[in-house]
């Protein structure tokens, strides 16, 4: 089973940063995607960003220039650096891995419990 533990949420004001950190634990498959999401009470999630095994990331139009996603395939680790955060930015933020053991495979996915972010303008 795939545990995903979430860190680096709180408040900050508007203008400010926060990064986020995602580890996962478990058995992994090599070819994973690993990114954020954001969901607010009661609506959809959200895609943030995401980035794959090999690198290649991808960004919500609303957060590009702003947001930089990361990772540490070693430590399995995800990162989101956010900079110049705005108060429409607030959400709770999840973590998210999915894992096929080929490419032909089914996938799973994964997702961790959340960290809030609350930006004050």
């Known amino acids: 089973q795939v545990q995903l533990v979430e860190s680096g949420g709180g408040l900050v004001q508007a203008g400010g940063s926060l990064r986020l950190s995602c580890t996962a634990s478990?058995?992994?498959?090599?070819?994973?995607?690993m990114g954020w999401y954001r969901q607010a009470p009661g609506k959809q999630r959200v895609l943030v960003a995401t980035?794959?095994?090999?690198?290649?990331?991808n960004y919500a139009d609303s957060v590009k220039g702003r947001f930089t996603i990361s990772r540490d395939n070693a430590r399995n680790t995800v990162y989101l650096q956010m900079n110049s955060l705005k108060s429409e930015d607030t959400d709770i933020y999840l973590c998210?891995?999915?894992?096929?053991?080929?490419?032909?495979?089914?996938?799973?996915?994964?997702w961790g419990q959340g960290t809030q972010v609350t930006v004050s303008s």
């Open positions: 980035i794959t095994s090999g690198g290649f990331a």
């Open positions: 478990g058995n992994i498959f090599s070819i994973n995607t």
């Open positions: 998210n891995l999915d894992h096929r053991s080929g490419y032909y495979s089914t996938t799973f996915s994964y």
